[in-house]
């Protein structure tokens, strides 16, 4: 069976910081990617690692705050989010892609998405 299951959202303060952890079973080898949605907006990509880890790419809005990373022994990726902006709060999703070694973008290169984990950045 396949799950991603998103934990580590939360209410922070600008300028705090907040790890999210994706855990995953039944996804194989795959790239994996972040993305994020504030209600009535479409979901834009934040951030993607290859497998098993070599090439990450970012969304502008985040380069050089955030950093996407995986544990491939524990099944899990991970976004650390550095110094958090109101505009970050949004609803995180994880999703696996349907590739291994492309830092793909678009959400249509992905088939399997988690629940989602609230995250708020407050003024």
């Known amino acids: 069976q396949v799950q991603l299951v998103e934990s580590g959202g939360g209410l922070v303060q600008t300028g705090g910081s907040l790890r999210l952890s994706c855990a995953t079973s039944g996804l194989g080898n795959y790239a994996m990617g972040w993305f994020r949605q504030v209600p009535g907006n479409v979901r834009d990509f934040v951030a993607v690692?290859?497998?098993?880890?070599?090439?990450?790419r970012y969304a502008d809005s985040v380069k050089g705050r955030f950093t996407i990373s995986r544990d491939n022994a524990k099944k899990t990726v991970y976004l650390q989010m550095n110094s958090l902006k109101p505009e970050d709060t949004a609803v995180y999703y994880c999703?696996?892609?349907?590739?291994?070694?492309?830092?793909?973008?678009?959400?249509?290169?992905?088939?399997?998405w988690g629940q989602g984990t609230q995250v708020t950045v407050s003024s």
């Open positions: 999703a696996r892609s349907r590739v291994r070694y492309q830092a793909v973008v678009s959400e249509d290169e992905y088939d399997y």
């Open positions: 690692i290859t497998w098993p880890g070599g090439t990450t």
